[in-house]
């Protein structure tokens, strides 16, 4: 996976931010929207708003699960 956001420092607007995110082959996978109230994965060539979309607050209470 190749995710790149070291040493970056980014305020989330009202779009949020987007990671484009590709295999270590550099073929895109999919892009995920970090928001102020939700977090939302589009898979391949879904676009930003048709992606699957989960509350902050539940997204966090996912990884603190794990």
Do not use: P
Not at 2 to 9: D, F, L, P
Not at 29 to 35: A, D, N, S
């Amino acid at each position: 996976m190749q995710v790149t956001a070291k040493g970056i420092e980014a305020r989330l607007g009202n779009n949020g931010i987007v990671l484009y995110i590709a295999d270590n082959s550099g073929k895109h996978i999919g892009k995920l929207r970090i928001g102020q109230a939700t977090v939302e994965w589009c898979k391949g060539k879904v676009s930003i708003g048709n992606g699957k979309k989960i509350s902050m607050s539940d997204f966090v209470d996912q990884l603190n699960q794990l």
